[in-house]
């Protein structure tokens, strides 16, 4: 988000499908240094606040912290890493809960210190020579995975860092769901790597990791694995070409016939609005050329009233404000939390057939077929 509209920087966003393993992103090696290196830059700007920084952000870490309590049961882990959590609130709320003798992060981006002594930090990134020779009773990797070159380094970093009976819980975007209808939201120039369940499993154990439990919500997997041993040589036969020439499909009905669809309303006279200020949608914004109409953008983050999307010229609304209810459309651009945002719509007035996803899914479920 930003406090004024425009758009900065374009570049073309290259998917592949490899002969094993996730579908990728291909970056060229100027650009992939740009995103790498921008992590440890002072002014870099979180896609997503961290938690602590809003309402939104601090509900997202609870929700982590009460699935990290089931696993961790009656286990008492003395020694914590935490990669990539952007601060140190996860931390400081996890010493103040489980007490361990130390807690390290390690991210590029952090760049304030702890109060608390437990918490060691290093800006780094993961795996480092500054974390020496330390093996970790829990490891924890939320949304770090996808941003890497290489997910195998970060695994097996994972796998090397921890003790004998020690678990680690890794935290990586779904996509299979985004890929088959299309939902734009799934492609971030910041994301490197696209898993589904079978490549996700594939890697995990080509980095000598078993699973313990596997789950999905919201268009996340939260793992949580252990050592493999011994670790071996699996087959690398499994690769997303299905999910992604469907993607390939429905991404093409999304930018052609969906907004097609959306600027005859427009033109129509229709009043639209959509709920979710996402990357997907400045994307849709820019790419369709829809920003040269006029429509309402809500957003349930409080952070982000106010603020703008680079690619259209006027502020986010909260979905408190009266008239979040008083259009002809409500486009649910933020699909990942639909069932949560179609809920708070019929509530605050809405009709079901007043409600659209911004996806493949509405008006040719058949074309993936």
């Known amino acids: ?60 870490a609870e929700n982590k912290m009460a699935n990290l309590a089931q696993w961790i049961g009656s286990k008492k882990p003395n020694s914590v890493l935490e990669i990539g959590g ?27 210190k702890s109060i608390d002594k437990r918490i060691a930090i290093f800006r780094d990134y993961f795996p480092s020579p500054k974390l020496g020779l330390q093996q970790f009773d829990l490891i924890l990797a939320y949304s770090v995975l996808e941003h890497v070159p290489d997910p195998a380094v970060l ?35 910041e994301h490197i790597t696209y898993f589904t369940a079978e490549t996700l499993k594939q890697e995990l154990d080509r980095a000598g990791l078993d699973i313990i439990e596997i789950s999905s919500k919201n268009d996340l997997f939260s793992v949580l694995v252990q050592q493999k041993t011994p670790v071996l040589e699996t087959l690398h036969l499994i690769n997303d070409k299905e999910h992604f020439d469907r993607a390939a499909k429905s991404y093409g ?62 502020p986010v609304k909260h979905v408190t404000e009266t008239d979040y209810a008083s259009h002809d459309i409500l486009i649910i651009s ?19 057939e007043q409600l659209l996803p911004m996806t493949v899914d509405h008006l040719q479920k058949d074309l993936i077929s």
Not at 37 to 56: C, K, M, Q, V
Not at 169 to 189: A, E, M
């Open 1 to 60: 988000m930003k406090i004024s509209p425009g758009v900065d920087h374009i570049h073309d966003f290259i998917m592949a499908a490899p002969q094993t393993g996730p579908i990728i992103q291909i970056m060229d090696d100027d650009f992939s240094s740009e995103v790498i290196d921008r992590y440890s830059h002072d002014t870099y700007a979180f896609i997503t606040n961290p938690p602590g920084l809003s309402e939104w952000s601090i509900s997202m």
């Open 86 to 112: 952007g601060n140190t609130w996860f931390g400081e709320v996890f010493c103040d809960r489980y007490n361990p003798a130390n807690y390290t992060c390690i991210d590029p981006t952090i760049q304030h």
């Open 155 to 189: 695994l097996k970093g994972i796998r090397n860092y921890l003790s004998k009976n020690g678990m680690a819980v890794i935290c990586v975007p779904d996509c299979q769901r985004q890929l088959i209808t299309g939902d734009i939201n799934g492609l971030i120039h």
């Open 253 to 314: 009905y999304l930018f052609n016939d969906f907004a097609h669809h959306i600027r005859s309303l427009m033109k129509s006279g229709t009043k639209i609005a959509f709920h979710g200020a996402t990357q997907g949608l400045n994307t849709f914004i820019h790419v369709t050329g829809i920003g040269q109409f006029s429509f309402d953008l809500y957003d349930g983050d409080q952070t982000k009233a106010g603020k703008f999307l680079p690619a259209y010229s006027k």
């Open 334 to 352: 933020a699909m990942s939390f639909f069932d949560a945002i179609e809920t708070q719509a019929l509530k605050a007035g809405y009709r079901p």
